[in-house]
């Protein structure tokens, strides 16, 4: 089962930061949280990742709690082509020794022009 | 530098029928998964490769599905006989090892649609 808590559904104006939000209380100290988008019928693209210090690259920026047991996601300047379903996923390791990725229902975000 | 491949990108059989779909992962990526969306339902985990052998099948839903990585390049998941609860979408990642979380980034192709009827 997946380990983390998202919205379902949130909306962003175009131009505006998207801030995405996600729980994930029980994350073990070496696990990392992943962000995936998957824009319609397309497959899942690759965000960013962190383990406990806040991370920025060329999509978006990851802030992670100093609890790590939430982070944000954030877009600074949403775009339509943005909008997406946003998964956050606590990559674990299975009892085989491989780091599938568990995706939940993820966030549904529409940017609005 | 080419992406995860997947082919066909639409398949569309009848009930009982074989289907095979392939998987060519990125240049290098010794790591390569195969997940499944049914429908309505989320992205699932079927298995993982490490070069050419399984490194975790649990997710394999029963032994309709085979799936082979042979020389450690691309792969085949074939569905032989096609149930209609089969249908959703394949995907295919690659990534360059398991350890490390930089080089532990999945890159997905854009899937497979299977609708078996």
């Not at chain 1, 995936?36 to 899942?44: A, F, K, L, T």
């Not at chain 2, 096609?82 to 080089?103: N, T």
Request: aromatic share 10%.
């Amino acid at each position: 089962d997946a380990k983390t808590t998202q919205p379902t559904s949130m909306d962003c104006a175009e131009g505006r930061a998207a801030n995405l939000p996600c729980n994930h209380s029980t994350i073990s100290g070496n696990e990392y949280v992943y962000w995936y988008r998957q824009i319609h019928s397309q497959g899942p693209q690759y965000i960013i990742h962190g383990l406990k210090n806040n991370e920025t690259n060329e999509m978006a920026s990851l802030i992670i709690t100093e609890d790590r047991k939430s982070s944000t996601l954030i877009l600074p300047h949403a775009t339509l082509r943005d909008t997406a379903v946003y998964y956050c996923i606590v990559r674990v390791r299975s009892g085989a020794g491989s780091y599938q990725l568990t995706f939940g229902k993820g966030t549904k975000l529409s940017v609005i022009p | 530098e080419a992406g995860v491949t997947q082919f066909p990108s639409h398949s569309v059989i009848e009930k009982g029928q074989t289907v095979t779909l392939r998987c060519d992962p990125i240049s290098g990526h010794d790591n390569l998964y195969w997940y499944r969306r049914v429908m309505g339902k989320e992205i699932k985990f079927l298995l993982h490769f490490v070069k050419e052998s399984k490194q975790d099948e649990s997710g394999m839903p029963n032994n309709r599905f085979l799936a082979e990585r042979t020389g450690g390049t691309y792969s085949t998941l074939k569905v032989q006989p096609a149930e209609l609860e089969d249908s959703g979408v394949y995907f295919c990642a690659s990534s360059q090892v398991s350890g490390s979380a930089a080089k532990n980034i999945q890159y997905f192709g854009a899937g497979t649609r299977l609708s078996v009827l």
